[in-house]
Protein backbone atom coordinates (compact mmCIF):
# COMPACT_ATOMS: atom_id res chain seq x y z
CA UNK A 1 0.00 0.00 0.00
CA UNK A 2 1.37 3.27 -0.69
CA UNK A 3 1.50 6.21 1.58
CA UNK A 4 -0.84 8.42 0.62
CA UNK A 5 -3.46 5.62 -0.13
CA UNK A 6 -2.49 4.25 3.64
CA UNK A 7 -2.84 7.88 4.74
CA UNK A 8 -6.28 8.07 3.08
CA UNK A 9 -7.49 4.43 4.43
CA UNK A 10 -6.11 5.79 8.20
CA UNK A 11 -8.65 9.03 7.61
CA UNK A 12 -11.45 6.80 6.25
CA UNK A 13 -11.03 4.74 9.53
CA UNK A 14 -11.11 8.15 12.00
CA UNK A 15 -14.00 9.11 9.87
CA UNK A 16 -16.28 6.34 10.27
CA UNK A 17 -14.98 5.73 14.13
CA UNK A 18 -16.15 8.82 14.71
CA UNK A 19 -19.51 8.70 12.61
CA UNK A 20 -19.92 5.08 15.02
CA UNK A 21 -19.48 7.39 17.87
CA UNK A 22 -22.17 9.93 16.51
CA UNK A 23 -24.59 6.93 15.81
CA UNK A 24 -24.11 5.88 19.89
CA UNK A 25 -25.15 9.46 20.94
CA UNK A 26 -27.78 9.61 18.60
CA UNK A 27 -27.02 12.13 16.70
CA UNK A 28 -26.64 10.42 13.10
CA UNK A 29 -29.11 7.28 12.40
CA UNK A 30 -27.56 4.00 12.17
CA UNK A 31 -28.93 3.15 8.33
CA UNK A 32 -26.06 6.41 7.42
CA UNK A 33 -23.54 4.68 9.13
CA UNK A 34 -24.79 1.71 7.00
CA UNK A 35 -25.06 3.24 3.66
CA UNK A 36 -21.40 4.75 4.09
CA UNK A 37 -20.04 1.43 4.48
CA UNK A 38 -21.92 0.19 1.73
CA UNK A 39 -20.08 3.39 -0.17
CA UNK A 40 -16.71 2.52 1.22
CA UNK A 41 -17.30 -1.31 0.08
CA UNK A 42 -17.69 0.19 -3.52
CA UNK A 43 -14.55 2.32 -3.25
CA UNK A 44 -10.83 1.48 -3.64
CA UNK A 45 -10.31 2.26 0.39
CA UNK A 46 -12.23 -1.13 1.09
CA UNK A 47 -9.92 -3.24 -1.23
CA UNK A 48 -6.81 -1.27 0.43
CA UNK A 49 -7.90 -2.50 4.44
CA UNK A 50 -11.11 -1.63 5.41
CA UNK A 51 -12.21 -4.49 4.96
CA UNK A 52 -10.51 -6.15 7.70
CA UNK A 53 -12.26 -4.38 10.31
CA UNK A 54 -15.78 -4.83 9.06
CA UNK A 55 -15.69 -7.85 6.98
CA UNK A 56 -15.80 -9.04 3.43
CA UNK A 57 -18.66 -7.55 1.67
CA UNK A 58 -21.42 -8.90 -0.04
CA UNK A 59 -23.95 -8.15 -2.52
CA UNK A 60 -27.86 -9.30 -2.51
CA UNK A 61 -29.91 -7.66 -5.45
CA UNK A 62 -29.17 -3.61 -4.60
CA UNK A 63 -28.19 -4.52 -1.03
CA UNK A 64 -24.83 -4.82 0.03
CA UNK A 65 -23.90 -6.76 3.44
CA UNK A 66 -20.99 -6.71 5.75
CA UNK A 67 -20.70 -10.85 5.67
CA UNK A 68 -20.48 -12.60 9.41
CA UNK A 69 -17.18 -13.15 10.01
CA UNK A 70 -16.11 -17.10 12.04
CA UNK A 71 -12.92 -17.84 13.70
CA UNK A 72 -11.18 -21.36 12.86
CA UNK A 73 -13.38 -22.79 16.45
CA UNK A 74 -16.14 -21.35 14.22
CA UNK A 75 -17.09 -18.67 17.06
CA UNK A 76 -18.71 -15.72 15.45
CA UNK A 77 -17.45 -12.34 15.57
CA UNK A 78 -18.43 -9.54 17.81
CA UNK A 79 -18.25 -5.97 16.12
CA UNK A 80 -18.84 -4.53 19.33
CA UNK A 81 -16.12 -5.54 20.87
CA UNK A 82 -13.69 -7.56 18.69
CA UNK A 83 -13.85 -10.79 20.31
CA UNK A 84 -15.18 -14.08 18.90
CA UNK A 85 -18.34 -15.73 20.82
CA UNK A 86 -20.50 -18.54 20.16
CA UNK A 87 -23.73 -16.67 21.25
CA UNK A 88 -23.79 -12.74 20.78
CA UNK A 89 -26.71 -12.61 23.48
CA UNK A 90 -24.25 -11.40 26.03
CA UNK A 91 -21.89 -8.46 24.42
CA UNK A 92 -25.19 -7.76 22.74
CA UNK A 93 -27.14 -6.95 26.04
CA UNK A 94 -23.68 -4.94 27.31
CA UNK A 95 -23.81 -3.01 24.61
CA UNK A 96 -27.29 -1.68 24.89
CA UNK A 97 -27.98 -3.80 21.29
CA UNK A 98 -30.95 -5.65 19.92
CA UNK A 99 -30.29 -8.40 17.18
CA UNK A 100 -31.86 -5.71 15.03
CA UNK A 101 -29.87 -2.58 16.31
CA UNK A 102 -26.65 -4.26 15.65
CA UNK A 103 -27.54 -5.85 12.32
CA UNK A 104 -28.40 -2.54 11.22
CA UNK A 105 -25.44 -0.54 13.09
CA UNK A 106 -22.57 -3.00 11.89
CA UNK A 107 -24.39 -3.30 7.91
CA UNK A 108 -25.50 -7.25 8.32
CA UNK A 109 -27.80 -8.79 6.42
CA UNK A 110 -31.16 -8.43 8.19
CA UNK A 111 -31.06 -12.69 8.74
CA UNK A 112 -27.72 -12.58 9.81
CA UNK A 113 -26.85 -15.31 13.29
CA UNK A 114 -26.52 -14.36 16.56
CA UNK A 115 -25.18 -17.64 17.02
CA UNK A 116 -22.24 -19.99 15.78
CA UNK A 117 -22.84 -22.57 13.38
CA UNK A 118 -20.79 -25.02 15.69
CA UNK A 119 -22.83 -23.96 18.55
CA UNK A 120 -26.01 -24.17 16.95
CA UNK A 121 -25.44 -27.77 15.69
CA UNK A 122 -24.29 -28.45 19.32
CA UNK A 123 -27.41 -27.52 20.73
CA UNK A 124 -29.29 -29.61 17.91
CA UNK A 125 -27.64 -32.01 18.91
CA UNK A 126 -28.04 -32.49 22.42
CA UNK A 127 -32.09 -31.66 21.39
CA UNK A 128 -32.20 -34.65 19.23
CA UNK A 129 -30.30 -36.62 22.06
CA UNK A 130 -32.82 -35.60 24.71
CA UNK A 131 -35.94 -35.98 22.57
CA UNK A 132 -34.48 -39.43 21.62
CA UNK A 133 -34.66 -40.34 25.32
CA UNK A 134 -38.17 -39.41 26.24
CA UNK A 135 -39.34 -41.07 23.20
CA UNK A 136 -37.57 -44.13 24.51
CA UNK A 137 -39.11 -43.45 28.13
CA UNK A 138 -42.33 -43.30 26.62
CA UNK A 139 -42.02 -46.40 24.15
CA UNK A 140 -41.21 -48.61 27.32
CA UNK A 141 -43.61 -47.13 29.48
CA UNK A 142 -46.08 -48.09 27.19
CA UNK A 143 -44.69 -51.58 27.13
CA UNK A 144 -45.29 -52.25 30.49
Given amino acids: MSGKTADCARVARAFLFHIEEMVDCGFIDSQFLAEIKRLIAKSELHRLGLREEYGEIKKEGEKMY ?51 PTHSAKRSRMAKEQMSKIQTQERENKDE
Fill in 66 to 116: VETQYDEEGKIYCHTDGKYYHMLKSPLKAANLTPEQYRAKYGLHPDSPMVS
